[in-house]
């Protein structure tokens, strides 16, 4: 009832919901890929997830078109994350083996699961303090660098550590470095919403979605290049959005190592550091 008294509560609602409505929908396409390929039939059953798919697609459209433009802003690095998925998924199935697509899938779920560590999440704390203004952007986003240093020496040294443990040794090079680069945009892309520029925030998503894309069906049915192509490609997509925030963030002119404080990053880590465990 509540939701329905909010004309903008109600399209985030149906939003979120359509969301993952199209989310559940694209494991669909890890069995019949619909791009690229011929592959098994599919079955009279299966017809109407994919209608899902696609009514799910249409009520994004159609909700972010009457959204207003900051929650449209808000919402689509979720939506871009889905469309990714939805589209890549069926690429990969035709060009790698199953256990190539399997130690991708190791790998991508190691990084997921290293990266709230390495940037203890002040991405977070970046934007509620700078909003909040309880931080000037300077002073957020130096502790936070220092934090990222921190981060960064920490996952590279840990390096022995991933060998042992993801058995991925060929590839062990591209995982510390993708971890490092992730890191630091998973921190300061946020750093565009925490000051209201959620053009440069949007803008960021859609050149590392195009970009993955782009260097994918290069490197996959191009080049052929098989699960190392997958990899370079997951790297160079996530280098050129580094550039993207260095260039566009005035990055060397907001980053002073003299706004380091100790008091400034206890705050931000005590801020932080709760959330790692949900992440």
């Given at each position: ?23 559940h929908a694209s494991l669909f396409v890890e069995h ?238 005590k801020y932080s550091i ?6």
């Open positions: 009832d509540d939701i329905s008294k909010s004309p903008c509560s109600c399209i985030l609602f149906k939003t979120s919901y359509s969301l993952k409505i199209f989310s019949h890929t619909l791009f690229f390929i011929n592959t098994s039939p599919i079955s009279p059953l299966e017809f109407p997830l994919l209608f899902i798919a696609l009514f799910a697609f249409t009520d994004i459209i159609w909700y972010f078109s009457l959204s207003p433009y900051n929650s449209l802003i808000n919402s689509q690095s979720e939506f871009e994350s889905k469309i990714l998925t939805f589209l890549i998924v069926p690429l990969y199935t035709y060009v790698l083996t199953t256990a190539e697509y399997g130690t991708i899938d190791l790998f991508i779920t190691s990084l997921g699961m290293v990266i709230p560590f390495s940037t203890m999440m002040v991405n977070e704390a970046l934007i509620r303090f700078v909003l909040g203004k309880d931080l000037t952007p300077k002073e957020a986003a130096s502790n936070c660098f220092a934090v990222f240093l921190f981060g960064a020496a920490i996952s590279i040294a840990f390096t022995p550590v991933y060998k042992m443990i993801f058995k991925f040794d060929e590839y062990i090079w591209i995982f510390v470095a993708l971890l490092v680069v992730r890191t630091f945009n998973q921190i300061y892309s946020e750093y565009f919403r925490a000051i209201n520029q959620n053009v440069k925030f949007t803008i960021f998503g859609l050149i590392t979605t195009a970009t993955t894309l782009g260097f994918n069906v290069l490197f996959l049915l191009v080049f052929k290049w098989g699960m190392a192509g997958y990899l370079y490609a997951t790297l160079l997509a996530a280098v050129i959005g580094t550039i993207y925030i260095l260039v566009f963030s005035d990055f060397f002119k907001v980053v002073s190592f003299k706004c380091i404080d100790k008091k400034i990053l206890k705050m931000i880590l709760p959330l790692v465990p949900n992440s």
